[in-house]
């Protein structure tokens, strides 16, 4: 008995779920960011050594001139995972992204997991684009870097063939200035993005210029594997968009900005991609890129020397504002979980003056800084992708949880729902005194039975939200047998066999189940003040499925390098967070009563 309770006391704690204020707009963060600068921002952390590191490695080695589809694919899927995290956006205007959706949401181990690999994302992007920038700063001064720190220094094999002190000095700058306050660091990037976008716009006029369509007779020569995984290795170009999102405490007017903020820069980007890939293909056979410095080597024989200049001028510039949206939305992530108490009490602490998470900054600033010093580019890209591709999938998640769920959790008039303290007749406010963008709009309606349907009796009889909750976990459950089918039917050497076309049949039926039980159902109402997901709940388990199909295609030592980052955090949700949760006080609530 006393193991039973003491397992219903963990899935419960599990299970809490965040308490909002009833204020959505107060923060002691800095509110200054508009429309033009959150823009600005998701394009600088997205467009940058994607388009000079990956897609010659993707091009080359994983898809040929398909890189183009590849990109499209991966920007497509970004688009419709990007619609939840909008709807979020308008709705939770709070730092911290998908880790306070899913928090909001699901529960607080679940947004802990998807916080902590949103955290080792973010240091692996920042690690990887150092060493990649070191890369294109050395090869301008012809190897002189790389060969003076091997002869007065040595290896450091097997980590990294030499100490790349030049992408540990330019984590340790760019921390300094991420530091300052994100009204200068949004500057500063807007400057450099400038500089990249009128360098690929010079690419793709001299790519289209002297193309040559012959090179894309073979246009997909690894075939559809290949396509698929080019996207899911694209996925690495997309994963700054939710720097927009980790960003709405900062912005001015978070309800009308972050929708449209989110769907410009996936736009401006997944358009430069495709452009800068396209001119890459067209100028030389993908056979002859030269992975290490695609866009020199393949306009050097056209162009002239001086485009050589151009991209290393347009790579730097690209790479360095993508590194510094790392360094932005890698603290706030931090400092989100730090200030519920799932991580640790000091990197809660925000400046005063510069009104940034100061600590959280230096400390997985030198974190980054540390790891772009030992570790190769190569070992780093590996461990890209899964999780972001893992945020994406819960927060799709979520947003069918937000739909048909119980609704989130907020203070009226101080006191918390469920607290322990109980309110006096004095301490309630009616919310609607607040004005609307403060109000967290929730709809007591949602998850019960449409009135034409109520004679289903297997469904009528069911507690609210009850039917809805089992069927978005089956929904999980089904797209994920669907996706690793379908991941193992696309890979097979030889003909799939015929009961892999049963399977297929068969978790698609159960899917599309699942989807009818929600559409059953009542939706959460929100009126037409907010931003919502249009199609639900079919572009939300969409996005799921495409996420996790992706996440199929990553290699096997992605997977093992993310569980042992993940059991880290795990260790650490249990020794700490689990009982220092500010929820800790508040009685047990499952996400479906």
């Known amino acids: 008995m006393r193991i039973m309770e003491t397992g219903r006391r963990i899935w419960a704690a599990f299970n809490r779920r965040k308490t909002l204020k009833s204020d959505l707009l107060k923060t002691d963060m800095n509110r200054c960011l508009n ?22 490695t993707i091009a080359r080695n994983v898809t040929g001139p398909s890189v183009i589809l590849s990109y499209l ?84 094999e097997p980590l990294n063939n030499y100490p790349n002190f030049l992408a540990f000095a ?60 080019g996207a ?28 449209i903020a989110l769907m410009v820069s996936l736009l401006v980007s997944t358009t430069l991609y495709m452009l800068a890939s396209a001119a890459l293909t067209l100028v030389i056979p993908y056979t002859d890129i030269v992975p290490e410095s695609a866009f020199p080597s393949a306009f050097v024989g056209h162009a002239g020397t001086w485009v050589v200049y151009a991209v290393g001028a347009g790579a730097i510039a690209g790479m360095t504002s993508t590194m510094a949206g790392s360094m932005i939305a890698n603290p706030r992530c931090v400092y989100a979980m730090a200030i519920d108490g799932l991580l640790f009490k000091p990197l809660a602490n925000l400046n005063s003056w510069t009104q940034t998470p100061l600590v959280s900054t230096i400390v997985f600033g030198v974190l980054t800084a540390f790891l772009a010093l030992v570790v190769s580019m190569e070992s780093l890209a590996e461990m890209l992708s899964i999780g972001t591709l893992l945020a994406y999938a819960v927060v799709s998640a979520a947003t069918l949880v937000l739909r048909y769920g119980a609704p989130i959790k907020q203070e009226v008039g101080g006191i918390a729902p469920y607290s322990i303290k109980q309110p006096g007749p004095d301490d309630y406010k009616e919310l609607t005194e607040l004005p609307p963008d403060k109000l967290l709009p929730n709809d007591p309606k949602a998850g019960s039975l449409k009135d034409q349907f109520k004679g289903i009796r297997w469904l009528s009889t069911a507690p609210q939200h009850q039917s809805c909750g089992r069927a978005i976990l089956l929904l999980l459950i089904f797209l994920t047998c669907l996706a690793a089918i379908l991941t193992n039917c696309i890979i097979s050497t030889t003909s799939v066999e015929w009961y892999s076309y049963v399977l297929l049949t068969v978790f698609s039926l ?84």
């Open 170 to 229: 330019i984590i340790l700058v760019l921390t300094g200035l991420t530091s300052i306050g994100i009204q200068l660091s949004v500057t500063v990037i807007c400057v450099f993005l400038l500089v990249n976008v009128c360098v690929i716009a010079i690419i793709s006029v001299n790519g289209f210029y002297y193309g040559d369509v012959t090179n894309w007779t073979d246009f997909a020569p690894f075939g559809t594997e290949g396509i698929m995984m």
């Open 73 to 156: 694919i991966a920007g497509i899927v970004s688009m419709i995972s990007a619609l939840c995290y909008a709807e979020f956006a308008c709705r939770i205007p709070k730092t911290g992204s998908a880790y306070v959706y899913v928090y909001c949401t699901i529960g607080e181990f679940w947004a802990f997991v998807v916080g902590w690999t949103v955290i080792l994302e973010h240091v692996v992007a920042g690690a990887s684009i150092a060493s990649a920038w070191s890369g294109y700063v050395d090869a301008l001064t012809g190897g002189k870097i790389s060969n003076t720190t091997l002869t007065y220094i040595g290896s450091l």
């Open 232 to 259: 899911a290795q694209c996925f690495y170009a997309y994963v700054g968009f939710d720097m927009i999102a980790i960003t709405a405490e900062e912005s001015k007017s978070p309800s009308r900005d972050l929708p």
């Open 35 to 56: 429309l033009f600068e959150l823009s600005a921002l998701g394009i600088a952390s997205m467009v940058g050594a994607g388009v000079y590191v990956l897609t010659g």
């Open 510 to 593: 159960f899917s599309a189940v699942s989807v009818v039980v929600l559409l059953l159902h009542k939706q959460a109402d929100i009126g037409d003040s907010k931003f919502q997901v249009p199609l639900a709940p079919f572009l939300p388990a969409l996005s799921i499925f495409a996420n996790i199909f992706l996440m199929m295609q990553l290699k096997y030592i992605t997977w093992i390098r993310f569980a042992v980052w993940t059991a880290i955090g795990i260790v650490i949700y249990f020794l700490y967070g689990i009982r220092r949760s500010l929820e800790v006080q508040t009685s047990a609530e499952y996400i479906f009563k």
